[in-house]
């Protein structure tokens, strides 16, 4: 079983390899493979989590050198679990990708450019969960990194380049920081590999374990987008395709909470920091919820309450004791499935009207009944509505904050519950103004035009006459005309017929998050055993170096 640990990382790796080769031809066979890959990882990801939850963590040394010098990965409950619920969510998003191309008649750039950095961004995340060692935790984020830029500006359009070099320059920032807080590691340590840190790092005067420790949770709050390092994320995933910004919210910024959680029990146990933690994330919960209230864009609306929920997860973090590092683990599947189907939502009701600005939606309960479902199911799930995973997650999370007592703690509960109410009115104007109330008058005639290839050039102000409907122009266009959605910001046309591979796939994600309501009794014990296991330490520490 052990030889399987590295095959989510090396299958989508050696797949790209051949698409590329391939190149632009042979579109349903291309197709074929990447969907057949990433059900293969799917597969084995679910065989290394029951395998872990059996028999304890599995891990495997490359070549079979030894650490420190070998490349080791390790699949345990937690990496296991994240596997699992990334790879299902990134198979969905493919196949609604695959109903998307299909519906603008363009095979060239999903099979020729989406396909091949969706494949690696796949591998960087696998690479991410079952790092053994920092190097390699780097070297995972690097490829995320590579395959992100690709993917957020996909077409080139100013827009989507804007906002993707936004992103890359803040994480070259945080990889930068990244290689120095590992050479510094290595410099006390003698090592890189956490099984061996775990014990070396007790050795190290305590001033430089809590500059090492600061560092690292520096690196990864960026990635995960905690307040206030989390500026750059509302302005770089709406810009993206639809599928692009779906995977995007849903698990990048998670891969950052799970370095976290990942480091501070193991590297770090009764870390010095979690004062400064709980502030990050009470801050990050307040200001992600009130910039969300703020909002008039549905995808903006959802990517400040990605913001805000990221607070939930780093609240389990700091409080660090079983319970709260059991909720915080719920909670982490639970948003990935209910971020990533919000966002896929948006995306079908922008191919829809043309258009996610709300002040221009309305009628959509009576007009797309289907799609008003696949909305108000993960929004009320989002929001923490019993007896929904969101709730069993904000449940046990605050359930361990009045166990501890403290005055952080309090304010933390206190703080959880106001985000849960905002956000349960934040989705309620949402429904309020996109489906519930009458459309607006011209709704049916005329859409707005989000982002177009005109924007690129940038010409003298025209008159009123010649003005190019564009990117922030906000100006009408005749029914049908639509440009934000393609894969190369190209024209599409807007259709009330959606493209039934986009349901499916938006469909089986929210059954995906309802599946953890009804198999919470199990998720929550599972999750309880990678709690105990994490913060035990021992169980990690001899899978990997044999004792």
Not at 4 to 21: I, M, S, Y
Request: aromatic residues 8%; glycine residues 10%; neutral net charge.
């Amino acid at each position: 079983m052990n030889a399987l640990v590295p095959l989510p990382v090396l299958l989508p790796l050696c797949v790209t390899g051949l698409k590329l080769a391939i190149g632009p031809r042979l579109h349903r066979f291309q197709r074929f493979i990447s969907l057949a890959v990433l059900g293969a990882v799917l597969v084995l990801s679910v065989m290394l989590m029951v395998a872990a939850d059996r028999h304890g963590p599995l891990s495997v040394h490359l070549g079979d050198f030894a650490p420190p010098v070998g490349i080791t990965l390790v699949a345990d409950r937690l990496s296991g679990l994240m596997l699992t619920v990334s790879s299902a969510v990134t198979l969905l998003v493919l196949v609604y990708s695959l109903g998307q191309g299909m519906a603008d008649r363009d095979d060239q750039a999903p099979v020729g450019v989406f396909h091949p950095a969706y494949l690696i961004l796949v591998a960087g995340v696998s690479c991410t969960f079952l790092a053994g060692d920092l190097v390699n935790l780097y070297v995972g984020f690097e490829i995320m990194l590579v395959a992100s830029f690709v993917l957020l500006t996909i077409g080139g359009t100013a827009t989507r380049v804007r906002a993707g070099s936004t992103y890359v320059i803040i994480s070259l920032f945080s990889s930068v920081l990244f290689l120095v807080a590992i050479a510094m590691t290595y410099a006390v340590a003698g090592t890189v590999n956490f099984a061996q840190l775990a014990g070396r790092l007790q050795e190290v005067p305590l001033g430089a374990r809590t500059l090492l420790e600061a560092m690292l949770l520096t690196v990864f709050a960026i990635k995960a987008a905690v307040f206030p390092l989390a500026a750059w994320l509302p302005d770089s995933y709406p810009t993206a395709p639809a599928p692009v910004t779906a995977v995007f919210a849903g698990l990048l910024t998670k891969v950052g909470v799970y370095s976290m959680l990942r480091t501070q029990t193991l590297l770090f146990p009764g870390h010095r920091l979690g004062d400064l933690l709980m502030l990050a994330a009470l801050a990050s919960m307040a200001v992600g919820i009130l910039g969300a209230v703020a909002q008039t864009d549905l995808k903006r609306v959802l990517s400040f309450t990605l913001i805000s929920h990221i607070g939930y997860m780093v609240f389990g973090i700091a409080l660090a004791g079983r319970g709260s590092i059991a909720g915080a683990i719920v909670y982490v599947a639970h948003h990935i499935t209910v971020q990533t189907t919000l966002f896929l939502v948006a995306g079908l009701i922008e191919r829809r009207d043309g258009t996610t600005e709300l002040t221009r939606l309305g009628g959509l309960a009576k007009a797309a009944p289907v799609l008003a479902v696949l909305f108000f199911v993960p929004a009320m799930n989002l929001a923490g509505i019993p007896p929904l995973s969101g709730f069993i997650g904000k449940l046990g999370l605050m359930r361990a904050g009045v166990a501890d007592g403290g005055g952080w703690a309090w304010a933390l509960v206190a703080g959880s519950a106001a985000t849960s109410l905002l956000t349960l009115y934040v989705m309620a104007k949402v429904w309020n103004l996109a489906f519930w109330r009458d459309a607006p008058p011209g709704a049916e005639e005329e859409g707005v035009v989000l982002e177009s290839a005109e924007d690129d050039e940038p010409d003298d102000e025209p008159d009123d006459e010649e003005r190019p409907t564009g990117s922030g122009s906000g100006l009408p266009v005749p029914a049908g005309a639509v440009v934000a959605a393609g894969f190369l910001g190209q024209s599409i046309t807007t259709s009330k017929r959606l493209p039934w591979p986009m349901l499916v796939a938006t469909g089986a994600a929210v059954a995906l998050g309802l599946s953890y309501t009804v198999l919470g009794g199990p998720l929550t014990t599972f999750t309880q055993a990678a709690a105990t296991e994490l913060l035990a330490r021992t169980p990690y520490i001899e899978a990997v170096l044999g004792r």
